[in-house]
């Protein structure tokens, strides 16, 4: 089941969209979804998909790769389209239960918020597939850098991210390994009711609570030892720069967002 | 008791981008009683061959019997096999959680479903094996005791479990010197005493030249040798070649059958190395 998850995995690759800026990425990453949430017809939809499936193909994964990202939120999805079905107000009435009516603004209002979610989740795959950890958080701090302004912690918070995001792997082999190591000695943590089951996850998350606690120690002593002090003054390895390759990212972004909006009003 | 793998083929994360053959054609046979050394370089293999051993992966191909029971097969009850083959982590002691080393060691027992008695007897066999004091320690915390206690704690978690094949993964790793000795010498009692079959995996030559009574290599999800450790130590280039090494008693018989010493072949134990070393030296006395 954590295998599925394809948010926030990198797929290393040397394409055009991996490398870009990482900057320019997430800037544009929102400008998608925010185009994405200006759509309101159909043909729009296409639209975004087609731009998506570019930009995909030009990234160098399979595109079923990106829509199996989907899979694990798809109840969240579900129920958002159910709960649009219901209490969206409409006039225009397809078939009526009596206390219930489904009307087309409903559904189509259900239709559309579902794409989006669907959108919103691959369109921000493309992103953390084609970004390493390190160069998405280092992107982060940069954008982030003018709040520092207002005391914003901007490096801190970067530095905490990269963190998170370096231990998620570890932690996972983590947990296999002491879940199987459990399961050696004859623990189950698949059958039984609710109850059963959560007593049985204590085996497994002690462990892991010590370690993760260890390591947290283990690192802050091994910062602390390089000197580390927090953000002010400090050089980077790899300093960020802007190319041509954003340039034409950029124009391409803008191109899909004006079609996106002439669209829009023509079909209206 | 004893353990057939035919054929086992076994890819990690198959499809994806990082998509590896951990495993290759592997075909062995663990009989009853034996006492096996499993060597080979980091990333050959050897821990993911090791968990095929009870059940916790499944072959990608090919077929693991434990007893005759098919470990892939549905109907085969999983805990009946895992009580049968005790695997021991590496680390082990990273996955002690109870409160008190008593319940800890119980907790095999217990999810095997024994009664209070039973499961009682077993935590105190388990831990005079390890050589832990049960009155001293039975009721003391697990993240008090030192590293090497811990070790043990865990190790008797397992043994509680009554295994008749007991595999270790590394199970000296990170230890000192008098704490490797102490699991080296009950895993050897274990052997001797109980006839458990050992299966060791194990970066150390002079460990497994020690205890054991066969070596496995591995390198590259194959195995590579498989054989009596004087016949597989005496192939020391080609374990060289594959990023091992030889027991220090090989590397030393080498050595002074370089400078012209009369040292026979085959030579793998300390002890072995010293007769020799005392014979060849009588005879320059004699000469003298």
Redesign the interface.
């Known amino acids: 089941m954590l295998k599925d998850i394809t948010l926030g995995q990198y797929f290393p690759g040397d394409s055009a969209i991996h490398r870009m800026d990482p900057r320019m990425k997430l800037i544009l990453t929102i400008a998608y979804i925010v185009g994405v949430f200006m759509v309101g017809n159909l043909p729009g939809y296409l639209l975004a998909l087609g731009f998506l499936y570019l930009v995909v193909r030009i990234a160098g994964i399979s595109f079923r790769y990106i829509a199996k990202g989907v899979k694990p939120l798809r109840f969240i999805i579900i129920f958002t389209f159910v709960l649009n079905l219901f209490f969206v107000q409409g006039e225009t009435v397809l078939f009526d239960l009596g206390f219930w009516a489904l009307t087309k603004e409903a559904l189509q209002n259900a239709i559309y918020f579902a794409l989006r979610l669907v959108f919103l989740v691959m369109g921000t795959s493309v992103l953390t597939l084609t970004t390493s950890p390190v160069q998405l958080t280092d992107g982060l701090e940069r954008l982030m850098r003018p709040l520092q302004r207002f005391h914003f912690p901007a490096h801190e918070l970067a530095m905490m991210m990269t963190i998170a995001l370096r231990f998620i792997p570890t932690l996972l082999e983590e947990t296999d390994k002491i879940q199987k190591a459990q399961m050696a000695r004859g623990a189950d943590f698949e059958s039984g009711n609710l109850i059963a089951r959560a007593k049985a996850m204590i085996p497994l998350l002690v462990p892991l609570f010590v370690s993760a606690f260890r390591r947290a120690n283990d690192l802050a002593m091994a910062m602390e030892a390089r000197c580390y002090r927090g953000g002010d003054h400090r050089t980077r390895l790899r300093e960020l720069k802007y190319t041509k390759l954003d340039a034409i990212a950029l124009a391409g972004m803008a191109a899909f967002i004006a079609i996106i909006v002439l669209e829009g009003r023509l079909l209206g | 008791m004893s353990i057939v793998i035919e054929h086992l083929n076994y890819v990690y994360?198959a499809g994806g981008?990082y998509e590896t053959k951990a495993l290759n054609d592997i075909n062995l046979t663990i009989s009853d009683g034996e006492f096996i050394g499993l060597i080979g370089h980091t990333g050959s293999g050897k821990s993911t061959l090791v968990?095929h051993l009870?059940g916790?992966i499944m072959p990608t191909s090919g077929r693991v019997l434990v007893d005759g029971m098919d470990l892939a097969d549905k109907a085969t009850d999983r805990?009946a096999v895992?009580?049968r083959v005790?695997?021991v982590?590496q680390y082990?002691e990273?996955?002690?959680?109870e409160e008190t080393v008593e319940k800890d060691i119980a907790?095999?027992p217990k999810?095997?479903g024994l009664d209070e008695n039973e499961i009682a007897r077993r935590v105190k066999d388990a831990m005079r094996r390890v050589a832990l004091d049960y009155d001293k320690l039975h009721d003391r915390s697990v993240?008090e005791l030192s590293g090497g206690q811990m070790r043990r704690v865990a190790i008797a978690?397992?043994l509680a479990?009554e295994p008749q094949v007991l595999v270790l993964d590394e199970p000296c790793a990170g230890l000192d010197p008098r704490g490797r000795e102490e699991i080296l010498g009950l895993i050897k009692k274990l052997h001797e005493e109980a006839g458990t079959t050992i299966v060791m995996v194990s970066h150390s030559m002079d460990d497994v030249a020690s205890l054991a009574e066969r070596v496995i290599v591995m390198n590259h999800g194959e195995v590579a040798m498989d054989g009596a450790p004087r016949d597989v130590f005496s192939c020391g280039e080609e374990l060289r070649g594959m990023g091992l090494d030889v027991p220090q008693a090989v590397q030393l018989a080498g050595r002074l059958r370089e400078r012209g010493f009369d040292i026979p072949e085959g030579i793998y134990l300390i002890e072995e190395i010293r007769e020799a070393i005392l014979k060849v030296a009588g005879k320059e006395a004699a000469h003298a």
């Open positions: 994360m981008p968990q009870n916790l805990r895992r009580q005790g695997l982590f082990p990273n996955q002690l959680f907790f095999g999810n095997l993240f978690g397992v479990m």
